[in-house]
């Protein structure tokens, strides 16, 4: 059974820095490639970062661009999402989404991944 599960949401301030992980199990998760995506009430759910399997090539939304960081840990089967100068524009759920890395057409589309988790709510206050 696939599972995702993220962690390390909470309530900030504008300015502030946060950190995100999720921990993938039930896949052989080299061969996956992870995403975070958003969705903030009454929004569609938008991508935010992806990381290929090996953890070589990373992309981002224009919004975060320079602020978040993507990473993984293939030994512990995580990724995390460091996010920095966050803003009160960054408030969302926040979900990590795998899939298998030659399955998927593109980084950038929510309706690629196959696996996702429960989400995890970051609030960012003025």
């Known amino acids: 059974q696939v599972q995702l599960v993220e962690s390390g949401g909470g309530l900030v301030q504008a300015g502030d820095s946060l950190t995100l992980s999720c921990a993938v199990s039930?896949?052989?998760?080299?061969?996956?490639?992870m995403g975070w995506f958003r969705q903030a009430p009454g929004n569609e759910r938008e991508f935010v970062a992806a990381i290929s399997w090996s953890g070589a090539n990373t992309y981002y939304a224009d919004s975060v661009k320079g602020r978040f960081t993507i990473s993984r840990d293939n030994a512990k089967n995580t990724v995390a999402l460091r996010m920095s100068t966050l803003q009160p524009e960054d408030t969302a759920v926040y979900y990590c989404?795998?899939?298998?890395?030659?399955?998927?057409?593109?980084?950038?589309?929510?309706?690629?991944?196959?696996?996702w988790g429960q989400g995890t709510q970051v609030t960012v206050s003025p």
């Open positions: 989404a795998a899939n298998e890395e030659y399955q998927l057409r593109s980084y950038y589309d929510p309706s690629d991944y196959d696996y």
């Open positions: 039930g896949v052989s998760f080299t061969y996956y490639a």
